[in-house]
């Protein structure tokens, strides 16, 4: 659209939507409008306009005779929008943005919102958010200017970053409306007098981004392993106790527990722990490829605890089936390898994962609603959330390092197959400084780096639970109290607390329902069968209509196949055990066709449709044949199972 038909367009919705400076309120329209979407900030708003105003921000008439807002600074005055001609400034700033990419806009500085009127007209479709850290910004804002049609059907976020937002929770709400491709419009202004907000809110939303991206790589390497973990590990879970559920928690309750993982100063603990370990001080529970270095100075937790779903994960406990040592048990995530819970000699108990779609289908538990343990990115966090379920009194961390140590990324006695124990120097080169527990600076990866800041999340939410971080020269983790654990053996464990046995426990799960939950899937699958059979002719038909150029006739069978899409969807043999296994590219799926909404070319628009359905249904039927195999297989060792 050319610059002067954008203005005059802009000139003439403001004309309309711009209130009359003497009703110096907020508009009823935009009362309703704020009130469903952020009734929190409308009640603000609402007591700071029956508030006497602080000067600090002024409306005043720009020579073109619209109103203009400028802010009065200790030492200057800032005006946020022209003082000559806000509605051809706000043009001319939106028309470098090339938003065509971006999922979602976020706009820092709402001002009295030129540039976001201008970029309505300009991007209609255009999805958006609002961040305004001055609050009486936003009140003029919504006192001068009224919404249109699009611009409340747009609109998804209001905030202010006012201490009751809870701001983490905002920023993942708009990586999840962008889907990963956010655009930040910032006003100029704001970066020089907002800039320590700004730059905190920014770095939010890169770490959220980054996460984002993590979390999409973690799913593009295990969405379908997670799903093959599930079926075959459901034979195990069947006959082990649930941790959450079937132990006596007594045993554990106000108790310590030491979480001991793989990092280098974990050689410097290993006394410690023996003589913890010998007197029963606390609960020795060892993560991940610890158990090694524990096993190597022959000392035996009193639980290993392993989640990683990964085909090789079978190699970190390979030295206990070695030594065929059964009086260590095993405490498994239900999505772990498969490979390592076979032929395990000792005792073994599971909790269930956020990444399993099959237990919580199948599984209903006697006494109780079934707890779950959010999937993270170490067994460290897996184990922090398990044990503040479980009541522990003391969580105490051991080898945590997430940095470097004197060069070395693992404790002594730790076997890798995949990384050297010593620090190459280009990752050293690449390091991201840290503050470590002694508050010295320390160098750390961006992997360690998000696994510290997912475990203080969970920490903060679990502030009951007392954190003693004694991992000599670790990072410093927010949350935590660092005592060295010496220390602690000298004030703290003093007593005999372990119970030997308290793993000894069945499990109280459902058989009747369990078998009811069968026979509904195998009539599902069956039906599920026939869904994806009939979408394969849909699309035969809506090809052949594509060759022909038949497109006056080619919408009905649009509406059929989506129609059938929305069914396969809603069969629980499909959304449990098929979905899962390829959720990425269903979702890339669903966003391609989204996307082809805005395809003005009909027959473009066709010939993209008939692609992405072809794809999509050609994967449903490579995965369902590999999913029935699995199921079959599972069901008949639940049977096998039931006899015994």
Same mark, same amino acid.
């Given at each position: 659209?050319?610059?002067?038909?954008?203005?005059?367009? @802009?000139?003439?919705?403001?004309?309309?939507?711009?209130?009359?400076?003497?009703?110096?309120?907020?508009?009823? $329209?935009?009362?309703?409008?704020?009130?469903?979407?952020?009734?929190?900030?409308?009640?603000?708003?609402?007591?700071?306009?029956?508030?006497?105003?602080? +000067?600090?921000? &002024?409306?005043?008439?720009?020579?073109?005779?619209?109103?203009?807002?400028?802010?009065?600074?200790?030492?200057?005055?800032?005006?946020?929008?022209?003082?000559?001609?806000?509605?051809?400034?706000?043009?001319?700033?939106?028309?470098?943005?090339?938003?065509?990419?971006?999922?979602?806009?976020?706009?820092?500085?709402? +001002?009295?919102?030129?540039?976001?009127?201008?970029?309505?007209?300009?991007?209609?479709?255009?999805?958006?958010?609002?961040?305004?850290?001055?609050?009486?910004?936003?009140?003029?804002?919504?006192?001068?200017?009224?919404? $249109?049609?699009? +611009?409340?059907?747009?609109?998804?976020?209001?905030?202010?970053?006012?201490?009751?937002?809870?701001?983490?929770? &905002?920023?993942?709400?708009?990586?999840?409306?962008?889907?990963?491709?956010?655009?930040?419009?910032?006003?100029?202004?704001?970066?020089?007098?907002?800039? !320590?907000?700004?730059?905190?809110?920014?770095?939010?939303?890169?770490?959220?981004?980054?996460?984002?991206?993590?979390?999409?790589?973690?799913?593009?390497?295990?969405?379908?392993?997670?799903?093959?973990? *599930?079926?075959?590990?459901?034979?195990?879970?069947?006959?082990?106790?649930? /941790?959450?559920? $079937?132990?006596?928690?007594?045993?554990?309750?106000?108790?310590?527990?030491?979480?001991?993982?793989?990092?280098?100063?974990?050689?410097?603990?290993?006394?410690?722990?023996?003589?913890?370990?010998?007197?029963?001080?606390?609960?020795?529970?060892?993560?991940?490829? *610890?158990?090694? *270095?524990?096993?190597?100075?022959?000392? %035996?937790?009193?639980?290993?605890?392993?989640?990683?779903?990964?085909?090789?994960?079978?190699?970190?406990?390979?030295?206990?089936?070695?030594?065929?040592?059964?009086?260590?048990?095993?405490?498994?995530?239900?999505?772990?390898?498969?490979?390592?819970?076979?032929?395990?000699?000792?005792?073994?108990?599971?909790?269930?994962?956020?990444? !399993?779609?099959?237990?919580?289908?199948?599984?209903?538990?006697?006494?109780?609603?079934?707890?779950?343990?959010? !999937?993270?990115?170490?067994?460290?966090?897996?184990?922090?959330?398990?044990?503040?379920?479980? +009541? &522990?009194?003391?969580?105490?961390?051991?080898?945590?390092?997430?940095?470097?140590?004197?060069?070395? %990324?693992?404790?002594?006695?730790?076997?890798?197959?995949?990384?050297?124990?010593?620090?190459?120097?280009?990752?050293?080169?690449?390091?991201?400084?840290?503050?470590?527990?002694?508050?010295?600076?320390?160098?750390?990866?961006?992997?360690?780096?998000?696994?510290?800041?997912?475990?203080?999340?969970?920490?903060?939410?679990?502030?009951?639970?007392?954190?003693?971080?004694?991992?000599?020269?670790?990072?410093? /983790?927010?949350?935590?109290?660092?005592?060295? @654990?010496?220390?602690?053996?000298?004030?703290?464990?003093?007593?005999?607390?372990?119970?030997? =046995?308290?793993?000894?426990?069945?499990?109280?799960?459902?058989? $009747?329902?369990?078998?009811?939950?069968?026979?509904?899937?195998?009539?599902?699958?069956?039906? @599920?069968?026939?869904?994806?059979?009939?979408?394969?002719?849909?699309?035969?038909?809506?090809?052949?209509?594509?060759?022909?150029?038949?497109?006056?006739?080619?919408?009905?069978?649009?509406?059929?196949?989506?129609?059938?899409?929305?069914?396969?969807?809603?069969?629980?043999?499909?959304?449990?055990?098929?979905?899962?296994?390829?959720?990425?590219?269903?979702?890339?799926?669903? !966003?391609?066709?989204?996307?082809?909404?805005?395809?003005?070319?009909?027959?473009?628009?066709?010939?993209?449709?008939?692609?992405?359905?072809?794809?999509?249904?050609?994967?449903?039927?490579?995965?369902?044949?590999?999913?029935?195999?699995?199921?079959?297989?599972?069901?008949? =060792?639940?049977?096998?199972?039931?006899?015994?």
């Amino acid at each position: 659209m050319r610059y002067n038909q954008l203005s005059n367009r @802009l000139q003439l919705l403001l004309q309309r939507q711009l209130i009359p400076k003497e009703n110096a309120m907020i508009s009823v $329209d935009n009362r309703i409008i704020l009130r469903r979407k952020n009734r929190e900030l409308l009640d603000r708003l609402l007591r700071l306009e029956n508030r006497e105003k602080t +000067g600090n921000v &002024v409306v005043e008439l720009a020579k073109t005779g619209v109103p203009t807002l400028k802010l009065m600074l200790e030492d200057s005055v800032q005006y946020v929008h022209s003082k000559y001609n806000p509605i051809n400034e706000s043009e001319r700033f939106i028309s470098q943005f090339h938003v065509e990419e971006a999922n979602h806009v976020l706009f820092i500085g709402a +001002g009295l919102g030129y540039h976001i009127q201008a970029f309505i007209l300009a991007h209609p479709g255009t999805t958006f958010s609002i961040y305004e850290p001055n609050e009486e910004v936003l009140l003029e804002y919504l006192t001068h200017i009224t919404f $249109d049609h699009f +611009g409340e059907q747009n609109l998804s976020l209001t905030f202010t970053g006012h201490h009751s937002e809870n701001i983490a929770f &905002v920023v993942q709400q708009l990586i999840e409306l962008s889907k990963g491709k956010l655009k930040i419009i910032t006003l100029p202004i704001y970066e020089k007098v907002y800039g !320590d907000k700004i730059v905190r809110l920014t770095e939010k939303i890169v770490d959220a981004l980054k996460q984002r991206s993590n979390a999409l790589s973690v799913n593009i390497a295990f969405q379908k392993r997670w799903i093959i973990n *599930a079926i075959n590990n459901f034979s195990s879970v069947l006959k082990t106790p649930n /941790i959450l559920h $079937d132990i006596n928690k007594s045993m554990f309750a106000g108790k310590p527990v030491i979480i001991v993982a793989a990092g280098p100063s974990l050689n410097e603990e290993i006394e410690n722990l023996r003589y913890i370990k010998e007197n029963g001080l606390a609960y020795l529970f060892s993560v991940g490829s *610890a158990i090694n *270095a524990l096993i190597e100075h022959g000392i %035996y937790p009193d639980a290993a605890c392993t989640y990683d779903p990964h085909e090789m994960n079978y190699k970190v406990i390979q030295k206990i089936k070695n030594k065929k040592l059964n009086t260590i048990p095993l405490i498994f995530g239900s999505t772990v390898g498969f490979e390592t819970l076979e032929d395990y000699p000792g005792k073994l108990l599971h909790m269930i994962t956020s990444q !399993d779609t099959i237990a919580p289908l199948l599984l209903k538990h006697r006494t109780a609603n079934i707890d779950f343990i959010y !999937d993270a990115p170490s067994i460290s966090i897996i184990m922090f959330q398990t044990l503040c379920k479980l +009541g &522990v009194g003391q969580i105490i961390l051991v080898g945590q390092n997430l940095a470097y140590m004197s060069d070395k %990324y693992y404790a002594e006695g730790i076997d890798s197959t995949s990384l050297s124990q010593e620090i190459q120097e280009q990752s050293l080169a690449n390091a991201i400084v840290v503050k470590d527990v002694h508050g010295k600076e320390g160098k750390t990866t961006e992997g360690y780096q998000n696994m510290r800041k997912q475990f203080e999340m969970y920490i903060a939410r679990s502030k009951h639970t007392n954190v003693i971080n004694t991992t000599r020269g670790g990072a410093a /983790i927010e949350g935590t109290v660092y005592k060295p @654990l010496s220390e602690l053996l000298e004030q703290q464990l003093i007593k005999k607390v372990v119970c030997r =046995q308290w793993f000894e426990s069945e499990n109280n799960y459902n058989h $009747d329902y369990l078998n009811s939950q069968l026979r509904s899937l195998t009539a599902n699958q069956r039906k @599920l069968n026939k869904m994806l059979k009939s979408t394969i002719s849909t699309l035969e038909i809506i090809q052949q209509k594509v060759i022909c150029e038949e497109f006056s006739t080619i919408e009905n069978e649009y509406n059929k196949l989506n129609i059938q899409f929305e069914r396969i969807t809603h069969n629980p043999f499909y959304s449990s055990f098929m979905a899962p296994m390829f959720r990425v590219q269903y979702e890339q799926f669903t !966003d391609n066709i989204s996307s082809l909404q805005k395809e003005t070319n009909i027959v473009k628009k066709a010939e993209k449709l008939v692609r992405e359905y072809q794809y999509i249904v050609t994967t449903h039927s490579e995965y369902y044949d590999l999913t029935v195999e699995l199921f079959e297989k599972m069901r008949e =060792q639940i049977y096998s199972l039931q006899e015994i």
